[in-house]
């Protein structure tokens, strides 16, 4: 994995923005991108998800006093997953890591011992549509999602600069 570089980000969940929805359709966008995607929920864990054929963690480091939380990529894997990289997904997921895991998991055979119906760990089909805008020198993304067939949409701004995500969010209003 390439330098690891912290990202502070604000997100809200709905079906509609308002006026900070207006604000991005006035911008010219700088991309669109479409993705499915596996989430990997337990009860109590980290952002673990499978995108472009690589298992995703990233940890939640930090909430600051604006509600701005600090994701850190950990790992970005390709299958077939080394033992090694298993237990660290499990970690990421705060499971019990098995006494025995095998050499090395396909996606089907992880999702096959670990996330099947009545396992630990819920796997969830997402498909994303992100649109993606720069607003005060952040990335910004106005996007669909489809979680297991449910549809709701995300407003996101991000940046490895907290006071640069809160001047975007006002921007935005």
């Known amino acids: 994995m390439t330098e690891i570089k912290p990202r502070w980000e604000w997100r809200s969940f709905d079906l509609h923005f ?9 911008l010219t966008p700088s991309g669109v991108q479409e993705s499915d995607e596996i ?3 337990s009860r109590a864990g980290e952002n673990v998800k499978v995108r472009d054929a690589l298992m995703d963690i990233k940890v939640l480091r930090e909430v600051n006093a604006d509600g701005l939380e600090q994701w850190t990529p950990v790992m970005k894997a390709g299958f077939p997953l080394q033992a090694a990289e298993v237990t660290k ?3 990421a997921l705060q499971l019990p890591i ?3 895991v095998r050499a090395s998991y396909t996606l089907e055979e992880f999702i096959e011992q670990f996330a099947a119906p009545g396992e630990a760990i819920r796997a969830v089909k997402v498909h994303k549509r992100r649109t993606r805008y720069t607003v005060g020198g952040c990335m910004a993304e106005l996007s669909e ?3 297991n ?3 709701t949409r995300t407003i996101a701004v991000e940046s490895e600069d907290a006071a640069g995500v809160m001047q975007a969010v006002r921007e935005l209003g």
Do not use: D, F, I, Q
Not at 19 to 25: H, I, K, V
């Open 149 to 151: 067939g449910k549809p």
């Open 39 to 41: 989430y990997l929920l």
């Open 98 to 100: 098995p006494t025995s």
């Open 18 to 26: 308002g006026g900070a929805e207006e604000r991005l359709a006035r």
């Open 89 to 91: 997904v499990l970690e």
């Open 145 to 147: 999602v489809v979680a």
